[in-house]
């Protein structure tokens, strides 16, 4: 893996690009506003596919290209756009694409990011068709209402480098560990631009979540996040605690067949395949609580699903995560809860499992998924409730247990 860009610079293929993209069409992000949109409108910044390059394809107002471009700008001032987070919460970084745009980028750009209270948005207009449109004077009025100009930058004005025509990405690292919810990019003066990805992890407001909802306590959306793992050679595990079903097999987590599976396979009088390896996934929950009902989905995956496999959680404090992940998640036996037995894994399926047993009913920090031997798992959700638990200072028990109501089932 490549090593990460220091923050503000350009990178390649660095760690945060395994987060969520926030600002995707695909969790709900949204462009409210755009000075120009003539050649192409700057709702396909949030495509969540790549761009595509259609030699001979023409628009009435000239070439057609997969991304926002305006035009040649003849009047003062620069383009820019507002653009709503599908996912509020934490950014970590940019990736501002110009694939394609060889000759028609912008030389250089900036972002700004705000986090706005829904009940105090001014109304805006929407959009409608864009392509051959510029902004009109009451989508100004309506949009000057934000004070975007004001926002807090998070990458100052900086060069755009083209690289190769068909992929050409610049990352930016940033440190911005509050909370976002709309973001500004500024090209200087205009241009196009393929994909605009705000990566990142989501920040629920637990505050005002009702503590007897039943809720998925490992969603990236909310917060949760792969901290650990011992192979991704597919896709990595952030991938499986994403927004919505997978769409295909690259939106999970599946590793590399593992070289000691036997010559020869055979499987145990429960059906459980006899192997001596497996593979695993260590995730931080977005919030302490109790999990109850676990999902596991393995859509997409018709050959290369694992086996079987199991789910165990533990409470861990900030410092003890640092000492485990320094010692690649060799835990005591003793800090581990069983979640989920050993159970067998059918393809292209979703599992549910629930259990409301006392075991089950402590609170945890963390969960680890084991698959055997290796393979592909598209989702895992882990349903449950949120807990308030203090995390100040190591301790092998939770302050106080959690006793959850609802139909109770052994596990399936």
Known sequence: MADAPKEGSLGRFPDFTQLIDMASEAVGGKV?????????????????????????????????????????????GHDWCVIKLGVPGTIRGFDVD?????????????????????????EILPRGVRTGAAATPEEFRAIEELKSDKWVCLVPMTELKPGNPACSHNYFLVSAPQRWTHVRLNIFPDGGVARFRVYGTGQKDWIATNPKELVDLVAIAFGGICVGFSNAHFGHPNNIIGVGRAKSWADGWETARRADRPPVLEKDEKGILMVPGCEWAMFRLAHPGVITRIEIDTKHFKGSFPDNCKVDGCILTSQEEEEMARKEWVLPSHKWKPLLPVTKLSPNQNHEFQSLTLDLQDVITHARLTIVPDGGVSRLRLMGFPSSICLLRPREKPARRFCAKGDSKAGL
């Open 32 to 76: 409210l506003f755009a000075t120009d949109d003539f050649y192409a409108p700057a709702e396909n910044l949030l495509k969540s596919d790549n761009p595509t390059f259609k030699e001979h394809e023409y628009t009435e107002f000239g070439k057609w290209m997969d991304g926002w471009e305006t035009r040649r700008k003849r009047i003062p």
């Open 98 to 122: 110009i694939s394609y745009f060889s000759g028609n980028h912008p030389p250089q750009m900036s972002i700004q990011a705000a986090n706005l209270e829904e009940d105090n948005l001014p």
